[in-house]
């Protein structure tokens, strides 16, 4: 699971702004800030969203995007779930 997460923060990192937020980095999108979610019961991973900047640096994430597990996934096919649901 740490592979894969450090895959996915490495990949959203090429592709959008980083910023560190006080526990959890979380990524800045056109259209929305968000970050990554390990659910290690249930070998899972999720986006979780704030709709804006200001919701995101006072830690507002209160959206959750879809689960991606990881026996149905391989870390490249949950990145590019990731993005598409990202795009909207």
């Known amino acids: 699971m740490d592979e ?3 895959f996915l923060e490495s990949e959203f ?3 959008f702004k980083v910023n560190d937020g ?3 980095p979380y990524y800045v999108a056109d259209n929305c800030c968000f970050r990554i ?7 899972a ?3 979780e969203y ?11 994430f209160g959206e959750d995007g879809d689960w991606f597990y990881t026996f149905e996934l391989s870390k490249e096919e949950i990145l590019e779930a990731m993005l598409k649901e ?3």
Do not use: N, P, Q, W
């Open 4 to 6: 894969i997460k450090e």
């Open 13 to 15: 990192s090429k592709r």
């Open 22 to 24: 006080d526990k959890i």
């Open 37 to 43: 979610v390990m659910f290690f019961e249930s070998e």
């Open 45 to 47: 991973f999720c986006l």
């Open 50 to 60: 704030a709709d804006t900047l200001a919701e995101a640096e006072l830690g507002g």
């Open 86 to 88: 990202i795009a909207g």
